[in-house]
Nanobody
Framework: EVQLVESGGGLVQPGGSLTLSCAASRFSISSTAMSWLRQVPGQELDWVSSIYTDSGNTFYADSVKGRATISTDNAKNMLYLHLNSLTSEDTAVYYC????????RGQGTLVTVSS
């Protein structure tokens, strides 16, 4: 069974930045695309970014384009998402997911952007 564990969330001031991490196990991220999703409480799950690990091609939602960088460390089987220029609209639970669909995904890590 695929395991994905996100970390790196927390309270961040507006304008700040953070890097989210996702530890993958029981499969190799180098063999698949990986994605980040986010969900504002009470709202739908939204796609944020994907990376195709074989080509290195990356894709971003308009809401984070120019402020986000998705990356992997294949040797460590880790996925990352760096976000900068954070605003309150980035407050959400962030999930990493295998592939480009919404499942399987981890339990999420909460990012709160507030002063």
């Amino acid at each position: 069974e695929v395991q994905l564990v996100e970390s790196g969330g927390g309270l961040v001031q507006p304008g700040g930045s953070l890097t989210l991490s996702c530890a993958a196990s029981r499969f190799s991220i180098s063999s698949t695309a990986m994605s980040w999703l986010r969900q504002v409480p009470g709202q739908e799950l939204d796609w944020v970014s994907s990376i195709y690990t074989d080509s290195g091609n990356t894709f971003y939602a308009d809401s984070v384009k120019g402020r986000a960088t998705i990356s992997t460390d294949n040797a460590k089987n880790m996925l990352y998402l760096h976000l900068n220029s954070l605003t309150s609209e980035d407050t959400a639970v962030y999930y990493c997911a295998q592939g480009t669909s919404y499942s399987p995904r981890g339990q999420g890590t909460l990012v709160t952007v507030s002063s």
